[in-house]
Each structure stands twice: as C-alpha cells, then as structure tokens.
C-alpha cells in the first residue's frame, strides 16, 4: 500500500506536539472535544479514511469491524495494551492492527512501587488527616503504624520488561524478590535482582508478602489471581495491580479483604472502568484499598512516546512495510515462534 498523504482518523485527543506532527505528515481528522466515541460514531469518523488511531478505550469488536468502510486497513493502537481490539476478527478481515510497547516499562513501575510503598505505609490515610481536621493531632507512638518493606517478599507475577524493572527497584528497598513467569528467566537476569524462581504460581503466593502483577491479559492469564489463589495468601499480604483488571477476580478479592483474609489492595486498574463496584469505594474509603484513576502511564514523556511510535507504524505500513509493532492473534503469534 502506497499513499504519499494517508488519511487517518484519530478518535481521542493526544497531546499537542503529537497532533501536530501528524496534521504533518497525513490528512487527520478528530473530533474537537476529547471523549470517548460510540461505536456509530467510530464508523462515521472512520469513513473515507485509511487508518483508524484507537485508543484502549474503544470497543473495536468484531461487529464494528465488520462495518468498518472498507478504506480502513490499519488499526495503529495507542497504547501498549489491545484488549479492546478483536484481534482474530480483525487478522481475519484483513486488517493490520499495530500498538505501542516497551514505552511504559519505566513510568509503570514507578507505579507499582509507588503503591507498594503507599498501601503498608498508609501514606494515603495519612496525607488525608491534615486537610480534613486542619489540625495536627501531634505524634503518638501507636497513632498511624503501617509495615515496613524492608526484609518482606515481593511476588512478582510476569518478569518481563515492566516486572524485571519493579523488581531492580524493589529491590533498594529491600525486598526479597521472588517471581512466576511463564519461561524462566537467564540465570544472569535472576542474579542482577536477586530473583527466585518459583514453577509454581500456587506455592509463590502463599510465601510472600506482596503479589505485584505484570503478566499480559490473554485466555491463559484472565483471573490469574483467582479465589483459590487469594485464599492462600497470608491475611497480612498485599496485592497490587497496575496490569489489566481482568488478571485479578475483583470480587474475591473484595470478599477477602472485607473479611480480613487480606491486609489490602492497591489497584491502577479496576473493573467497571465507568462505574466501579461499591464495596469496591467503601474499602477505599476504609483505606484498606488504594485506588489510582489508571494512572501508570500517565507521564508527558510517555505520551509523546507513544504518539511517536504511532506515527511510525502509520509510515511503515503506508510505506508498504511490516510495521515494527503489529499485533497478530495468538494461534499465529504460536505459529511463528515455532
């Protein structure tokens, strides 16, 4: 496919620069207001386009697919994740489907640390104390005790890019890293952060004192922390996710740490993304649950990043190349590693 000017529909707003240098190089079209768009509203924007610019917010289904007009061959993703994007339906109408990897490592686990270190250190309760008393309440020794991360376990589910980047970083607060991946990781990799190997997702669990997850969404992997998997986990753990919601069975997360079976959460991500469970709010307004509004990436740098790795993608394709970042389903990703 050779166009010297494609035309693209972009359906959120992405930072300025970016925009601007894609109103450089293709014809764009976005809507003046950011928000997400209804799938009729994607269908409209998309006519007479080349590529569609989604984001994880879109639902790009197979029944959106299926009307999609039929100048639209590229789907360029911003963002690492494509969950909302079938991508079966999508191989098998013929489209290409790219996103944006490896920019989030360093911002998502800053993250993850970060509420690693605010969920036993009961930093968010705490910062809440001045502005809602506008008093001091002066130091006591058993006012606002939390845990301290030193010498505890961390269990790290995934150790690719983002895991292998929270574990060199938990690691200078002393935690004692440990981690469950599909393929183990080189014995020089292991070393360089200390890690311990487990075969066994279910005996990982049960030994350390915090579950960070880091593992990608797939058939494989949805509810990867699951009841049974909470239920041996020590009452005094933590579980943190800065991943996918669908790693994790809310629910019986909620009801274990309702109950006391689980010290605590500390979620990026959520289900129900418009609307989040109740239980769910109340155990954060408890301070049992930190709750952060899907904030890992959310840094300029990365933004700008992903912007630029979308327009790249555009150009490759357009160029008649193999984008750099395309996304194939599953079976055919299987294929090609055999």
Known sequence: M???????????????????RMATLFEMTCKPVDGVLSADAIIEGAEGNDVLVTSINDPIDAAL??????????????????????????????LTVTNTPSVLTEDTADMAVMLMLALPRRLVEGAEVLPQTGEWPG?????????????????IVGMGRIGTAVAARARTFGLNIHY??????????????????????????????IVSLHTPLS?????ILNADRIGRMKRD???????????????????????????????????????????????????????????????????????????????????GAQPPHRVLPESRTRVARA
């Open 2 to 20: 050779t166009l010297s000017r494609p035309k693209i529909f972009v359906t959120r707003r992405l930072p300025e620069q970016i925009e601007a």
């Open 65 to 94: 697919i299926a009307r999609l007009p039929s100048s639209v061959k590229l789907i360029a993703q911003f963002g690492n994740g494509f969950d909302n994007i079938d991508i079966e339906a999508a191989y098998a109408a013929g």
């Open 237 to 319: 753990a933590y579980v943190v996710n800065v991943s996918r919601s669908e790693l994790v069975d809310e629910a019986a997360l909620i009801a274990a740490i309702e109950t006391g079976q689980l010290s605590g959460a500390a979620l990026d991500v959520f289900e129900n993304r418009t609307g989040l469970n109740p239980q769910l709010l109340q155990l954060a307004r408890d301070h049992k649950v930190v709750l952060t509004a899907h904030m890992a990436s959310a840094t300029l740098e990365a933004r700008l990043e992903m912007g630029e790795i979308v327009i790249v993608n555009i150009r490759a394709f357009i160029d």
């Open 180 to 209: 469950f991946s599909r393929h183990r990781r080189p014995p020089q990799a292991e070393e360089a952060v200390g890690a311990t190997y487990w075969e066994s997702l279910d005996d990982m669990v049960a030994e350390v004192d």
């Open 139 to 155: 130091w006591s020794p058993t006012w606002m005790l939390g845990r301290r991360l030193r010498g505890k376990a961390l269990g």
């Open 219 to 223: 058939r494989a992997t949805h509810h």
